[in-house]
């Protein structure tokens, strides 16, 4: 249900006001595992209680919650099945823009459900996922052997670390789905990085400040991401590059009222 009116009024003023009010952070890796390890952690009791990999997929009490959101740029108040969404927006960009894929690895795969949900639909194509957390990488493989469900997962920092820990083959494209907004300046690094290990290319859903709407709402969000250290100049980064070619899509539809997503694909130049 879309937020209009007073209603309308209210809520961004709250938004506004508790943008403002934030205090300035600074992201480092140190943040996002301080965030990130905890976080992780408390799915362990979640994933035990779920009996299927759909409920998993999609968690019931947690994920199907009525909140505010932005769908399709418009402030809604609703239950929206998110994580199907972005799902679906990195798969429909693949197919749309490469041709036979046959190996995917993310970048950031946090819980690894991403990979469960594409190699469920498609079992024919390798899946991995590298993850900064500790806590993430085993979650992600404990779903995958409860499920029964073949994906590999491993520990790697796609910024900092070196080519040992890269352990899994070259795959034919990859993805990030909300991992390159922790790192704020280092997204070159790790596309260039990403690139190393991928044949064709890469897709690409974060929120890309740059391309939020000059709305009261869309600049209370660049505001806010600004104060939480999100992703900056992932655009100029990418125009650095003299060997990628790249598209890029509006998505505007976030868990965030103040977040408007970009999907980026990546192409190495000379492949499909
Ligand atoms: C918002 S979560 C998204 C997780 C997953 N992509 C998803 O859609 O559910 C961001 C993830 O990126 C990971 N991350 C952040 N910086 C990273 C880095 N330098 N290398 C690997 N993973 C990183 C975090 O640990 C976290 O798990």
Redesign the pocket.
């Known amino acids: 249900m879309e937020i209009t009116g007073f209603e309308k009024i209210k809520e961004i003023s709250k938004l506004g006001y508790i943008a403002l009010r934030r205090s300035r952070i600074s992201r480092s890796?140190s943040t996002?595992?301080g965030e990130?390890e905890n976080g992780?952690k408390q799915y362990e009791a979640i994933l035990e209680k779920c009996d299927t990999l759909e409920s998993w997929l999609y968690l019931k009490g947690i994920e199907d919650q009525p909140i505010i959101c932005n769908i399709n740029g418009k402030m809604c108040f609703t239950s929206y099945n998110m994580?199907e969404f972005?799902r679906q927006s990195i798969l429909r960009t693949m197919k749309n823009e490469f041709d036979q894929i046959s190996s995917i690895t993310?970048?950031?795969?946090?819980?690894g459900?991403?990979l469960l949900y594409i190699k469920k639909l498609f079992p024919h194509i390798q899946c991995y996922g590298?993850?900064?957390?500790v806590n993430?990488v085993e979650m992600a493989k404990r779903a995958s052997k409860k499920f029964g469900v073949d994906v590999q997962y491993s520990q790697?920092?796609?910024?900092?670390d070196s080519e040992e820990k890269y352990v899994f083959p070259k795959t034919d494209v990859a993805f990030?789905?909300?991992?390159l907004?922790?790192?704020p300046l280092?997204s070159s690094k790790?596309i260039q990085n990403i690139l190393n290990h991928v044949h064709k290319g890469s897709v690409h859903i974060e929120p890309v400040v740059e391309n939020y709407p000059m709305t009261l709402r869309g600049v209370i969000g660049k505001i806010d991401h600004w104060k939480i250290d999100y992703l900056r100049n992932f655009e100029k980064g990418l125009k650095k590059f003299s060997d990628i070619a790249f598209t890029k899509e509006q998505v505007n539809t976030s868990h965030n009222p103040l977040m408007y997503p970009s999907i980026y694909c990546v192409k190495k130049i000379n492949s499909k």
Do not use: H
């Not at 790697?156 to 900092?160: E, T």
């Not at 990030?176 to 991992?179: D, F």
């Open positions: 890796k996002v595992q990130y992780w994580p972005n993310e970048f950031g795969s946090g819980l459900r991403n590298y993850e900064l957390c993430g790697l920092d796609f910024v900092n990030t789905m909300y991992a907004e922790q790192i280092a790790a």
